[in-house]
């Protein structure tokens, strides 16, 4: 089993920033390539993605976000961050890590998926 934990979330004004972190612990295989992602949820709408980075570090971005946030990953401590820059009042959800792990054998390629527990982040004006 994978756990992914996330920290950072907290209430902060229009304008300013937060920084959120998601490491990912317990039976995680050698040479398996990791891709991180962060979803972000707000009352009444459906889950969407904000931000991903693939296990080569090739990023991508919801058009919302793009110039305002920033994601990033340490490898060698398998945690993903995504720095959250000018801040607006739409912002303000359930932010999620999720974790794709590929790992492959000699017979096969085998795809698992985990998600944090999700943290909340609340932008005021």
């Known amino acids: 089993q994978v756990y992914l934990t996330e920290s950072g979330g907290g209430l902060v004004q229009a304008g300013g920033s937060l920084r959120l972190s998601c490491e990912a612990s317990?039976?995680?295989?050698?040479?398996?390539?990791?891709?991180f992602a962060w979803y972000r949820q707000a009352p009444g709408n459906e889950r969407e993605l904000v931000a991903a980075?693939?296990?080569?570090?090739?990023?991508r971005y919801t058009d919302s976000v793009k110039g305002r946030f920033t994601i990033s990953r340490n490898n060698g401590e398998n945690t993903v961050y995504l720095q959250m820059n000018s801040l607006k009042l739409e912002d303000t959800a359930v932010y999620y890590c999720?974790?794709?792990?590929?790992?492959?054998?000699?017979?096969?390629?085998?795809?698992?998926?985990?998600w944090g527990q999700g943290t909340q982040v609340t932008v005021s004006s």
């Open positions: 317990g039976s995680i295989f050698r040479n398996a390539v990791m891709d």
């Open positions: 999720n974790l794709e792990i590929t790992v492959t054998t000699i017979e096969r390629s085998l795809k698992y998926e985990y």
């Open positions: 980075i693939s296990n080569d570090g090739r990023n």
